[in-house]
């Protein structure tokens, strides 16, 4: 039983490093900088590059260049610099860019508090760049999921080609905790799927659309593999709407389809993406639900709440983006009331609460009804506030 | 086997430019191509990073990779597409109004002396979006945004990355017969280059100003720092710079876990709470994270958060750490069981503990802070009366180990290990070098609390 006494800074690096990340750039910011600090420290070990780029939007900018080199990327901000990176985001989007991004929360709006903890990204960095194309995001609730959920992160970015967010907070980056070794998750992380070498052409130097369409998508929710430049094909990465071979067009049917594909290869395979740890109580009818840092305090609350003989269920939800919606039913399954708890006004609560409406539309059964738990002054949600607020809605 | 190829006879591919005409970008895009014609490289290997504007549309009229993006952000890509793979050889088609908007990337470029090539297509205003000024529209020049004449100074970007570290720098016209030959050097160059290349916007500013190729060249031949070849000079390209400096870093351990197996008991059978605050830039955070690696050591497990403000040495901080016999999932603190209160700056964000601690909690403070209230067990750390030195960046570890020999909460030789294996030497030899000090200022206390 032997255990580190670590922080999820170092946990997320870790995370990478372990996943292939060979490539970093970034701005210091507060609370992020350690995983900066870090990566520029032991990328060089493993032959890697790290950069402190002159500002978020040269580092953004240098992963989406450096991973059409060849390099499997990660950069980090908090939320001014999730700002910064908004259009750059909607072009890892466009180019379909496997991409890592930390964001390492922090109370705003504007520049808030660099110091102070909140979760008040979360609608953001869904919705934060134009167009309103979907990315994923994943939020590990402890220092060991911070490990193990990076390397989903680097997963599922291959995977999907695209954007993926890891949502922290300045309590989950700088605290110390305590992990048993053998805890940690090796979440498995696939190779980069590129596009073979084309066969029977008479000079595979030129021509190249005639072998390769790096944007054909055959169905529409198909992911292309993904030709690197110095590979085998000559290769077209755009950021404006495109044909099939990656040439500008404003034709409505190709643009259409495109746009579609950049939706459905996400929103059609959730069940690839859904992550969460519900833990259920038979007979019990109140679901409390966090993620993050928050979820912690809800897990101390539920451990007391049934030691003192109440039956209460809760889920973490590890996944926030796409909505997990199959494991939202499944919470909500049967259950009266809900507690949502997070450091900001009811973000995620209105995805929940819009689950529980289209269930109870569907099952023609009563909605539950769902409250919040909310600061946003930067003090934690304690543990004796779920107990507190669940006693004062108790009849 | 590779067979032969044939020369190369175009990087061009059939699809027409579609400028207006007169316009000076189907000139240039001429040359690049006959620059590379002589440069006779793989087009795999060869990449055309566009910016936006007119000249953004550029790269689709090449065989070679491409890459389209952001406006201003052209400089930013390619540096990751080099460092990623730097045998690849990559260039940058970007306007006068990239360059605006994207300044800070180009200079941040030429000072790390990136190995991309960089073509500035300088027609003095923006031509898709209808002609407004830019960063080099001339002084008095009319645009759609300066029907006054432009009041502000054109920036001469050739100067500013030739004052910055740019590796090779010209600047000249697109009617220039020798630009290809300029071409060829700037992408054979090993670091930064840039060709600051004026030519006609007939859209907009050739109609606007009554301008034309001999006004142009006239100009050219009048500006300040010059024009022809305004810079060489040779110092490590950036991407060699880097892969060299990890080859050296290469096979040393990656981030290694730095377990602490179990070694001592300690007698804790419930949840402690320990809050240490003090001043910012007084090691409290590493002092307290001592707690938690003696704790762990003791077969414990252990938390710490640390509150602190922005600034850096002033201020207050304030760690408040968990030991438990159990696993801890949340890291926050209702109420300490132990609060060592060591600097004034710190009195605010501690003194709601104060009313809600019990007498079995203790509460270690030096005389300053004496006279503050509380049910707790108060222990004064009186350096003076024991004689013994306080050092401000010692006070945090010293009050600490006072409070583990005073109450017997972890073992102390639990404590010396802590010491030894998270600090550096140099660090662990001070700080277990106060210990004496501290055996004196326990020694003085009442031995009815402890």
């Keep these: 039983m032997t255990r580190e006494y670590i922080d999820g800074a170092t946990a997320i690096a870790r995370g990478a490093l ?10 210091p910011i507060t609370p992020a900088t350690p995983i900066l600090l870090h990566m520029a420290r032991e990328l060089p070990k493993v032959g890697g590059i790290a950069v402190e780029a002159e500002d978020e939007i040269a580092g953004i900018g240098m992963c989406i260049g450096s991973v059409m080199g060849g390099a499997r990327a990660m950069t980090a901000t908090s939320g001014p610099g999730i700002s910064l990176y908004s259009e750059n985001i909607g072009l890892a989007i466009m180019g379909e860019t496997p991409l890592v991004i930390i964001d390492v929360q922090r109370m705003g709006p504007a520049t808030g508090g660099a110091t102070t903890s909140a979760q008040g990204d979360i609608q953001f960095i869904r919705w934060g760049t134009s ?199 499944e919470a909500l399954r049967g259950v009266r009331r809900v507690i949502v708890a997070e450091q900001n006004l009811g973000q995620y609560r209105r995805e929940i609460e819009l689950v529980a409406l289209r269930n109870a539309v569907r099952n023609e059964t009563p909605p539950p009804s769902i409250e919040g738990l909310n600061r946003i002054g930067g003090e934690q949600i304690m543990p004796e506030e779920f107990l507190a607020q669940w006693e004062g809605g108790v009849a | 086997m590779t067979t032969p190829l044939k020369p190369i006879e175009s990087y061009r591919n059939e699809r027409k430019y579609p400028f207006c005409p007169g316009c ?233 876990h730095k377990p602490l197996p179990q070694k001592f008991a300690a007698a804790v059978d419930r949840k402690m709470h320990v809050v240490v605050a003090g001043a910012a830039g007084g090691k409290v955070r590493s002092a307290a994270r001592l707690i938690g690696v003696a704790g762990v050591l003791s077969g414990l497990w252990a938390t710490q958060r640390d509150d602190y403000p922005t600034t850096v040495k002033s201020g207050h901080s304030v760690s408040e750490v968990i030991l438990s016999p159990g696993e801890i999932r949340f890291t926050g603190i209702e109420r300490p069981d132990v609060l060592i209160l060591l600097a004034p700056e710190a009195v605010r964000k501690v003194a709601h503990y104060l009313p809600q601690m019990t007498a079995d909690a203790w509460f270690f403070v030096t005389p300053e802070f004496a006279h503050l209230e509380t049910s707790a067990k108060k222990v004064i750390l009186d350096a003076k009366a024991a004689g013994v030195r306080w050092p401000k960046l010692s006070a945090g570890f010293m009050a600490i180990a006072a409070m583990l020999l005073h109450t017997g909460l972890l073992p102390m030789e639990a404590f010396v290990e802590a010491v030894k294996t998270t600090q550096r030497p140099a660090i662990a030899e001070k700080n277990l070098a106060t210990l004496t000090d501290v055996e004196k200022l326990v020694a003085l206390l009442p031995k009815d609390n402890a």
């Design chain 1, 18 to 27: 372990d996943a292939g990340c060979n490539f970093y750039a970034g701005y």
């Design chain 2, 24 to 256: 000076g970008h189907g000139i240039i895009l001429d040359k690049l191509n006959e620059a590379l014609k002589r440069l006779q490289f793989d087009p795999h290997k060869t990449v055309i990073v566009s910016d936006i504007g007119c000249v953004g549309l550029s790269d689709q009229y090449f065989a070679t990779n491409a890459f389209h993006g952001l406006h201003g952000r052209s400089v930013t890509y390619a540096t990751g597409i080099k460092l990623a793979n730097p045998e690849l050889n990559v260039i940058v088609l970007m306007g006068d109004g990239g360059v605006g908007i994207g300044g800070h990337h180009v200079l941040n470029a030429a000072r790390r002396n990136i190995g991309i090539t960089v073509l500035v297509f300088n027609n003095m205003n923006f031509g898709m979006t209808g002609g407004e000024h830019s960063v080099t529209t001339p002084n008095g020049a009319h645009t759609a945004t300066t029907p006054q004449g432009n009041p502000e100074q054109p920036l001469d970007i050739a100067a500013t990355v030739t004052n910055n570290g740019a590796s090779y720098v010209w600047r000249g016209s697109a009617f220039d017969k020798t630009l290809p030959d300029h071409l060829v050097e700037a992408i054979q160059t090993d670091g930064f280059a840039l060709l600051d290349i004026w030519e006609l916007c007939t859209a907009y500013f050739v109609p606007n100003n009554d301008f034309n190729k001999r006004l142009l060249e006239g100009m050219l031949s009048q500006v300040k720092s010059g024009s022809g070849v305004l810079h060489r000079a040779e110092r490590p390209e950036y991407a060699q710079a880097l892969y060299q400096f990890a080859a050296k870093q290469a096979g040393k351990p990656v981030l290694p």
């Design chain 1, 131 to 329: 167009g309103g194309y979907p990315i994923i995001a994943l939020a590990p609730s402890s220092v060991a999921e911070c490990y193990s959920l990076t390397r989903k992160a680097f997963d599922l970015a291959e995977r999907f080609r695209c954007p993926v967010f890891l949502v922290v907070d300045k309590e989950m980056i700088s605290s110390l905790a305590t992990v048993e070794l053998m805890t940690y998750e090796e979440v498995p992380v696939r190779e980069r799927n590129i596009a073979p070498p084309a066969r029977g052409t008479r000079d595979p130097r030129w021509r190249p659309e005639e072998t390769y369409l790096p944007y054909s998508f055959e169905p529409v929710d198909a992911v292309q593999p993904l030709a690197q430049f110095g590979g085998p094909h000559i290769v077209r990465f755009t950021t404006s709407s495109h044909d099939e071979h990656g040439f500008l067009t404003k034709d409505a049917t190709k643009v259409g389809r495109l746009n579609r594909h950049l939706d459905s290869k996400i929103s059609q395979h959730n069940d690839e993406i859904e992550m969460g740890r519900l833990d259920r109580q038979d007979g019990a009818d109140t679901l409390f639900i966090a993620y993050g840092t928050t979820a912690r305090a809800m897990e101390e609350a539920l451990s007391t709440a049934r030691a003192e003989g109440h039956r209460v269920s809760a889920l973490v939800v590890q996944s926030l983006w796409p909505v997990p919606e199959r494991l939202l039913n």
